[in-house]
Every structure is written in structure tokens, then in C-alpha cells.
């Protein structure tokens, strides 16, 4: 069954690729479309991700650890016709549980907090769960060290449930994250 879904995988991207001319991307890992629940474990230390959006198979899809953003799109059976790729980040890491969603073109950008404030550097908010260092260090008066701390903290205790979990990370008082808590996401 794996296999007869893995060589599905694999038709799709060569037909995606001949009519858009474009390289083929294969994933770093045999991909099947999992009927696990998310709070399982992926055999072998892999990650679950559920990719959403424009891509020509949404679901969710069992990849190995360490894979990118260009593998679960690919393993989602690529990007749809309509997918704005040009705002997804095909380079960064994919964590366990995560929820990819490749916007369509036209699709609205997401807005930041109630305030209205910008978020992160492009004034999106900034998702706990996905950010990658770089990402936090475009929130006001995060620097390496704190965005490393963070990671820490995601890494040792999993998930962010809520923005007020950052209160958790050594070095972010009360002040610093009521000038966050409108810009993160969870």
C-alpha cells in the first residue's frame, strides 16, 4: 500500500513538472498520507504534517525528520495551479504537528493583532510553533539569544498552547510580552 502510494506521489510530481517545465522535487522520505492521529508518534522519528491550501492533495503527510517546507508540499502532490509559492518559505524546517497552508494568488495576506500594530518584519504575526530563529528576531527587542531560548523552551516542552506561554521562557517578563503578545501566533 505504501509503495502504491509513493509511486502515486512520484506520478504526480513528473506530470506537474512536464506540463509546468519546472525541476522535479522529490521528498527526502517515501511519503504516505497518514491516518494516525496527530498526537502520535511517526515511525523512525519522523514528523506528521498537515499541508493545506494549494497544493493537489491536502491532508496530512508523514515525512522524515529534518525534512523542509518543499517536501510536504511535494509530498502533498506539489502546488496547485493557483498556489502563490513565491510566499512560502520552500526552505524552512517542518516541525511535528505543524500546519502548512500555501496561500492561493489573491489570497489575503494575514493581518496582525487587534492593535493593529505590524508583527513580524513583513507584518505578519510570527508563529511560535514554526518560527525559526531569524523569524523571532524580527519581534521588537527578541535578539539571538532570547530567539534561541525560545527554541529552547519549544524543543524541551513542545508546542506553545497559547502566546502567554512565552512568559514561561527565562528572560521574558511581563512587560516584554505585552509588547509580543500582539504580533505571536500559536
Do not use: C, Y
Not at 493581518?111 to 518560527?131: D, I
Not at 531560548?149 to 512565552?166: K, V, Y
Amino acid at each position: 500500500m505504501v509503495l502504491l502510494i509513493a509511486a502515486a506521489v512520484v506520478g504526480v510530481l513528473v506530470s506537474a513538472a512536464a506540463q509546468g517545465g519546472g525541476s522535479v522535487v522529490t521528498p527526502s522520505a517515501v511519503v504516505s498520507i497518514a491516518s494516525a492521529p496527530p498526537t502520535s508518534a511517526t515511525p523512525g522519528g519522523g514528523v506528521l504534517v498537515h499541508v493545506t491550501g494549494a497544493v493537489r492533495t491536502p491532508g496530512l503527510v508523514s515525512l522524515a525528520a529534518g525534512s523542509r517546507v518543499v517536501d510536504a508540499v511535494a509530498a502533498a502532490g506539489g502546488a496547485a495551479d493557483d498556489a502563490d509559492i513565491a510566499r512560502v518559505n520552500l526552505a524552512r524546517p517542518v516541525t511535528d504537528g505543524e500546519q502548512l497552508a500555501v496561500p492561493r494568488v489573491g489570497d489575503p495576506r494575514p493581518v496582525a493583532g487587534a492593535t493593529g500594530s505590524p508583527a513580524g518584519a513583513n507584518g505578519a504575526p510570527v508563529n511560535l510553533n514554526t518560527a525559526t530563529p531569524a523569524e523571532l528576531e524580527t519581534l521588537p527587542r527578541i535578539g539571538p539569544a532570547l530567539a534561541q531560548r525560545i527554541l529552547d523552551w519549544r524543543q524541551a516542552n513542545g508546542r506553545f498552547t497559547q502566546p502567554s506561554d512565552l512568559l514561561k521562557v527565562s528572560g521574558i517578563g511581563q512587560k516584554l510580552f505585552d509588547g509580543l503578545k500582539d504580533r505571536v501566533v500559536v
